[in-house]
C-alpha cells in the first residue's frame, strides 16, 4: 500500500510539473471582464500580527526574516500549504491600513517571483484554485497603486494558474479539494479577459462534483462538519459569481446548496458553532452564518439525523451525536473512532466536547485525537471502537451501527445506538441510550455491554479468560470544554461544572463503576498549544453477559430556565508583539 502510495504521489508532481510546463504558453488575461465581491473573511488579529511578521499556519508560529512568508524554512508539509494557499490574504484584507496593503503586495510578488514559474509545492488542483479565489477577491487591494509592469505580471500569473488549473482539476482527490479547484476555475473563467471559453466546462464540472459527492440528505463522505461547511462556502460563492455575472447557475449547483444548507442547521449547536467530528473544527467565525445567508434556502424543521448525526434539542440545550460508522475510503485517512459519542452545549457555552482533530499539533496528536478515548463516549481500555492499519492513516476496521432508534416521548427525546465495534475483539455489542428533557435541563444515559449471541458469548469468555478478566475493563468519558469549571462533589459521588454563563451543572451515576475527574485536552485549530481541561471518568469492568452504568447530566434546581449570558469567550493564545 505504501509503494503504491508513493508512486502515485511521484506521478502526480510530475504530471503536475509538465500541466504547470504547458500552460507556460497561455495568453495572459487582459483584465477583469467582472470581480467577484470579497467574500472569504479574514481575523483582524491575525493581520496584525502578520504585519509584524508573526506568521500563525497550521498551527506553527514563525518569524519571517526580511519580512517575507516565502523565507520561512516550513516546520512541515500542511504550513507550505497554509502559505502557498494564501488564506492569509484575507486576515491582511480584512486589517485594511496601508501597512496591510504593502504587506500582501510584497508577499504575491514574491510568489510571482519565486514560484510563479511553476516551482515549489503550491501548483496542486486544490491550492492553485484557492489560490485563485483570494487573488481575485483582493485584486483591489493587490493591484492598487502598483505599475504596469507589475499588472501585467500579476495577470500573466493568474492565467498560468487558471490555464494549469484547466489541465489538473480532475486530479485532485474527490470532496472537498476538488470542489476547491472547480471554484477557482470559474472564478477565473467569469472574471478573467480572455479566460471565457473555461466557464462552460468548469461550470459543468461543477455540477457534476456535486451530483457526484453531495447526497441526497446533503452530506459528503468524509462526514467532517467543518468540511461540509466549506463545500457550502465555495458552492455560495460560485453561484454568486455566475449571477452576479449574468450566468445561469447550473440546477445541480443549486440543489447541492438546497441540501447543505438544512444539514449544516442540524449540525450547530446551541452557540452557532459546528459539532466537531472526524477532523472538523467549529469553523471559522462568522463563516457558517455567511454561507448560510447566501445559501438563501428559507430554514425549514431542522432535521433530526443528518449526515450521520442525531441532533437532540431541548430549551437552550443541543446534543449532537455520532450515530453513524466512520466514514470509508479516502475519507476514512481522516476518520475518528467517535462512534456514538456527543457534544452538549448550553446556550452560549459548550460543555461536554470531544477533544478535537489534533491536526495542527503535530503527528502525534493527529494520531491520538482519532482514538475512541479522546471522544465522550465509552471506551475499551486501550481498544477503539474502530481501529487503524497498523502502517497507515486508513482505518482496517471500522465500527457499524447495528441499531438506531429514535423517538419523542413525555419525558423528552430518547435515542437509542448499538455498535459492534468489540464484537470481534471481546464478543461485546457496545449500546447508549439518552434522553434530553424538552426543557434541556436534564440529558440521561444508558451505556451497556452485552454479550447478545451464544458465538459472541463464548468469545467473551474465551478473552476473559485469556487476560485472567483484564479485557472487560473500560471507561465511559465525558470530556469537558476548558471554560467548565469542575469539582468533585458530595463526597466523590457527583461532578459539579459552573459554566461561565453561571449556570451550574451536576453529573452523577448509578451502577458499579469509579466515578473519577481527570486532566484533558481541548484540542483547538488557532492556538499554540492544546488548551488544559478536565474529563469526567466512569471506570468500571465487564464481567458477565451484561454490564449497564446510568448516568445524568443536569442543571442544578436553582439554576433559572434562562440565563443573560454576556462574558466574552477566552482569547486566542498571545502571540509575541
Known amino acids: 500500500m505504501g509503494s503504491t502510495s508513493s508512486t502515485s504521489k511521484r506521478f502526480d508532481r510530475l504530471a503536475d510539473r509538465l500541466a504547470v510546463l504547458a500552460a507556460r504558453g497561455a495568453r495572459a488575461a487582459g483584465g477583469f471582464v467582472s470581480q467577484p465581491e470579497p467574500r472569504s473573511i479574514g481575523q483582524l488579529t491575525r493581520g496584525r500580527q502578520l504585519v509584524l511578521g508573526n506568521v500563525l499556519l497550521a498551527g506553527h508560529l514563525a518569524e519571517a526574516p526580511g519580512g517575507s512568508i516565502w523565507d520561512i524554512a516550513a516546520p512541515d508539509p500542511a504550513f507550505d500549504r497554509d502559505a502557498h494557499g494564501f488564506g492569509w490574504l484575507d486576515d491582511l484584507a480584512a486589517l485594511g491600513t496601508k ?289 487503524l492499519y497498523p502502517t497507515g492513516e486508513a482505518l482496517e476496521h471500522r465500527a457499524q451501527v447495528t441499531a438506531t432508534r429514535m423517538t419523542t416521548g413525555s419525558e423528552g427525546t430518547d435515542l437509542y445506538l448499538a455498535h459492534d465495534g468489540w464484537l470481534r475483539t471481546h464478543g461485546l455489542t457496545a449500546s447508549r441510550s439518552l434522553t434530553l428533557s424538552h426543557d434541556g435541563r436534564r440529558l440521561s444515559g444508558v451505556e451497556a455491554l452485552t454479550a447478545l449471541k451464544a458465538e459472541a458469548r463464548k468469545r467473551f469468555e ?25 469539582a468533585l462533589d458530595m463526597g466523590g459521588a457527583a461532578v459539579s461544572m459552573v459554566l461561565r454563563s453561571g449556570e451550574i451543572w451536576i453529573f452523577r451515576s448509578s451502577g458499579a463503576a469509579e466515578l473519577a475527574l481527570e486532566p484533558s485536552a481541548y484540542l483547538e485549530k488557532g492556538r499554540l498549544h492544546p488548551r488544559p481541561s478536565l474529563q469526567i471518568v466512569l471506570r468500571g469492568e465487564a464481567r458477565g453477559f451484561e454490564t449497564r452504568i446510568g448516568w445524568t447530566l443536569a442543571k442544578a434546581k436553582d439554576t433559572p430556565l434562562a440565563i443573560r449570558d454576556l462574558e466574552g469567550v477566552e482569547p486566542e493564545d498571545p502571540l509575541p508583539d
Open 99 to 387: 501597512e496591510a496593503k504593502a504587506r500582501a503586495q510584497a508577499w504575491t510578488w514574491d510568489w510571482i517571483a519565486k514560484f510563479g514559474g511553476g516551482r515549489g509545492p503550491g501548483w496542486t488542483p486544490d491550492l492553485t484554485g484557492r489560490r485563485i479565489i483570494r487573488w481575485v477577491h483582493h485584486a483591489t487591494i493587490l493591484l492598487s497603486g502598483r505599475d504596469k509592469v507589475d499588472s501585467e505580471a500579476f495577470y500573466r500569473s493568474l492565467s498560468r494558474q487558471s490555464a494549469y488549473l484547466a489541465r489538473r482539476w480532475r486530479s485532485a482527490a474527490e470532496g472537498l479539494p476538488r470542489f476547491e479547484a472547480l471554484t477557482g476555475l470559474v472564478y477565473a473563467g467569469i472574471s478573467l479577459i480572455g479566460m471565457e471559453a473555461l466557464t462552460g466546462p468548469a461550470t459543468e464540472a461543477l455540477a457534476a462534483a456535486c451530483e457526484a459527492d453531495v447526497d441526497a440528505e446533503g452530506g459528503i463522505p468524509t462526514r467532517n462538519p467543518e468540511e461540509l461547511l466549506d463545500v457550502l462556502t465555495l458552492l455560495t460563492w460560485s453561484a454568486s459569481a455566475m449571477s452576479e455575472a449574468g450566468q445561469t447557475v447550473p440546477p445541480a449547483v443549486q440543489a447541492a446548496i438546497t441540501r447543505i444548507a438544512p444539514a449544516l442547521r442540524a449540525l450547530r449547536h446551541a452557540d452557532g458553532e459546528l459539532a466537531r467530528f472526524h477532523g472538523g473544527e467549529k469553523g471559522a467565525e462568522g463563516r457558517l452564518d455567511q454561507a448560510l445567508a447566501l445559501a438563501a434556502v428559507r430554514a425549514g424543521a431542522t432535521p433530526a439525523i443528518a449526515m450521520g448525526y442525531a441532533r437532540l434539542h431541548g430549551g437552550r440545550t443541543t446534543v449532537i451525536v455520532d450515530a453513524s460508522a466512520p466514514p470509508g475510503g479516502r475519507a476514512a485517512e481522516t476518520a475518528h473512532a467517535s462512534t456514538c459519542a456527543f457534544e452538549l452545549t448550553s446556550g452560549r457555552r459548550p460543555v461536554v466536547v470531544n477533544c478535537g482533530s489534533g491536526l495542527s499539533f503535530g503527528p502525534m496528536w493527529r494520531l491520538a485525537a482519532r482514538a475512541t478515548e479522546c471522544h465522550s463516549v465509552l471506551a475499551m481500555d486501550r481498544v477503539s471502537s474502530s481501529r
Open 462 to 486: 474465551d478473552v476473559m479468560t485469556a487476560t485472567a478478566m483484564a479485557a472487560g475493563r473500560f471507561a465511559v468519558r465525558f470530556h469537558l470544554h476548558p471554560d467548565v469549571d469542575a
